[in-house]
């Protein structure tokens, strides 16, 4: 035990847990990950992303917390001029961003505002938004998200809704392509 530890002990009461026995820590190294890459048909939504989570074992489908995990973490790297997404809400999700580098502007439902490296924003469920890069240098964020059952998305511009379970179908009155009225 160390004397930092023996100290605190005296003051905080550490809980036992004795031997972790066959437990062994789940780690990546995100340097080392694949980078996943998307683009809308015509070009105007663009990014990548290295899914963290999912790397790290989530099962995105399963309704299991211990294999769906209690959220989801990216990190998400846009080009400059391209924004990532269609500007979007959730019905049940948090959304939680870090800006690592680069610089851009976010849209919300009060308008526009620029972020920058070392910038930390949150929406919180049915508040829109969008990330742009406005600028000449990739702009990199953490994104985390608390990934809720049953969550649903709206697209304003649009005026459409995807439900993702059982199957991912974006509606207005008829299933409808991700990209219907966006470009």
Same mark, same amino acid.
């Given at each position: %035990? &160390?004397?930092?530890?023996?100290?605190?002990?005296?003051?905080?009461?550490?809980?036992?847990?004795?031997?972790?026995?066959?437990?062994? %820590?789940?780690?990546?190294?995100?340097?080392? %990950?694949?980078?996943?890459?998307?683009?809308?048909?015509?070009?105007?939504?663009?990014?990548?992303?290295?899914?963290? &989570?999912?790397?790290?074992?989530?099962?995105?489908?399963? *309704?299991?917390?211990?294999?769906? $995990?209690?959220?989801?973490?990216?990190?998400?790297?846009?080009?400059?001029?391209?924004?990532?997404?269609?500007?979007? /809400? $959730? &019905?049940?999700?948090?959304?939680?961003?870090?800006?690592?580098?680069? &610089?851009?502007?976010?849209? $919300?439902?009060?308008?526009?505002?620029?972020?920058?490296?070392?910038?930390?924003?949150?929406?919180?469920?049915?508040?829109? $938004?969008?990330? *742009?890069?406005?600028?000449?240098?990739?702009?990199?964020?953490?994104?985390?998200?608390?990934?809720?059952?049953?969550?649903?998305?709206?697209?304003?511009? /649009?005026?459409?809704?995807?439900?993702?379970?059982?199957?991912?179908?974006?509606?207005?009155?008829?299933?409808?392509?991700?990209?219907?009225?966006?470009?």
């Amino acid at each position: %035990m &160390s004397l930092l530890r023996s100290e605190l002990g005296r003051r905080w009461p550490w809980p036992s847990f004795g031997t972790l026995g066959d437990f062994a %820590m789940h780690k990546v190294n995100t340097i080392k %990950m694949a980078e996943i890459t998307w683009s809308s048909p015509k070009g105007k939504f663009v990014g990548a992303g290295k899914e963290i &989570s999912e790397e790290l074992g989530r099962k995105p489908q399963s *309704t299991d917390l211990n294999e769906r $995990h209690p959220f989801d973490v990216e990190i998400c790297r846009v080009p400059p001029g391209k924004t990532p997404y269609p500007y979007h /809400s $959730h &019905s049940a999700q948090w959304e939680f961003y870090h800006v690592i580098s680069g &610089s851009g502007v976010v849209r $919300h439902k009060d308008g526009t505002t620029p972020v920058e490296a070392g910038d930390a924003f949150i929406f919180k469920p049915g508040e829109p $938004h969008q990330i *742009t890069n406005d600028a000449t240098q990739d702009l990199v964020l953490y994104v985390v998200a608390d990934n809720p059952i049953g969550e649903s998305y709206h697209y304003p511009d /649009s005026n459409k809704w995807c439900v993702p379970i059982p199957q991912r179908k974006l509606v207005r009155s008829d299933a409808l392509d991700y990209y219907d009225g966006e470009e």
